[in-house]
C-alpha cells in the first residue's frame, strides 16, 4: 500500500549546521508530496510543499525536490537555528482519494 | 489568515464518559479530519468527511464517532472514553489536493 518511510530521530545538531532529513515514499500514482512542522504543543503547520516530478519546495530556508526515480522528498537546510527544533512530518496526498499518508516524524534538537 | 480552532487545549475525563471535541475551520474547506496523535506512531487517521453529513472511517474508527451538521464544523464523540483513548487529538482541514490545515491540537487523558 501507500507509505511514507521517514529517518528515525531524534537528530541533535549544532547552530548553523547543515541538516538532511530523509523522506521516500511508496505510491501507486502521482502524489504530491508535503513536509511540515510541529513545535512543542501545537498542531502541525505546512512548511514547503511540490506536487510534481522535478518541483522544489521552499520556504523558511527549508529546501526538498520531488524525486520520481528515487521515490524521494528529502528536507534539507543549510543553517539551522535554535528555534528550528521541532518536530518534522512528510506526507503524501494521492489524486482522486482524501487520504493524506504521514511518516511519523522526526524530531530535530539545535544546541545553541 | 486561515484558521482551524479546536474546542480545548487540554482535557481530563473519567472512563466511562462521552467527550465531544469540536473542530471550526473558516475556509469553507470541503474536507476535514480527525488524527490522533502518539509517540513512535505518528499521525493516524480516525475519520474524515468530505461534505456535510458525510463521512468516512480511517484507519482507527473503533470506539469513535463523529458529526458534521455544517460545512465548518466538525466534531469527534469518545461514546465511552476508555484509558487507551489518551492522546494528543488533532483535526485538519483541506480543499481536495492540497495541503491540510491543522488546529492546535487536544490533548486528551482519561483517568
Known amino acids: 500500500g501507500d507509505s511514507v518511510t521517514q529517518m528515525e530521530g531524534p537528530v541533535t545538531l549544532s547552530e548553523e549546521a547543515f541538516l538532511t532529513i530523509n523522506c521516500t515514499y511508496t505510491?501507486?500514482?502521482?502524489?504530491?508530496l508535503f513536509w511540515y512542522v510541529q513545535y512543542p504543543g501545537e498542531g502541525l503547520q505546512l512548511l514547503l510543499k511540490a506536487t510534481k516530478a522535478d518541483d522544489k519546495g521552499s520556504n523558511k530556508g527549508f529546501e526538498a525536490t520531488y524525486r520520481k526515480e528515487t521515490t524521494s522528498f528529502h528536507l534539507e537546510k543549510g543553517s539551522v537555528q535554535v528555534s528550528d527544533s521541532a518536530v518534522y512530518f512528510c506526507a503524501l496526498t494521492l489524486s482522486g482519494t482524501y487520504k493524506y499518508i504521514f511518516g511519523t516524524g522526526t524530531r530535530l534538537k539545535v544546541l545553541a | 489568515d486561515v484558521k482551524v480552532t479546536q474546542s480545548s487545549r487540554y482535557l481530563v475525563k473519567r472512563t466511562g464518559e462521552k467527550v465531544f471535541l469540536e473542530c471550526v475551520q473558516d475556509m469553507d474547506h470541503e474536507n476535514m479530519f480527525w488524527y490522533r496523535q502518539d509517540p513512535g506512531l505518528g499521525l493516524r487517521l480516525i475519520y474524515f468527511?468530505?461534505?456535510?453529513?458525510?463521512?468516512e472511517k480511517g484507519d482507527i474508527p473503533e470506539g469513535y464517532s463523529v458529526s458534521r451538521e455544517k460545512k465548518e464544523r466538525f466534531s469527534l464523540i469518545l461514546e465511552s472514553a476508555s484509558t487507551n483513548q489518551t492522546s494528543m487529538y488533532l483535526c485538519a482541514s483541506s480543499s481536495s489536493l492540497y495541503e491540510q490545515f491543522f488546529g492546535p491540537g487536544t490533548r486528551l487523558t482519561v483517568l
Open positions: 505510491a501507486t500514482g502521482y502524489p504530491s
Open positions: 468527511s468530505y461534505d456535510v453529513k458525510m463521512k
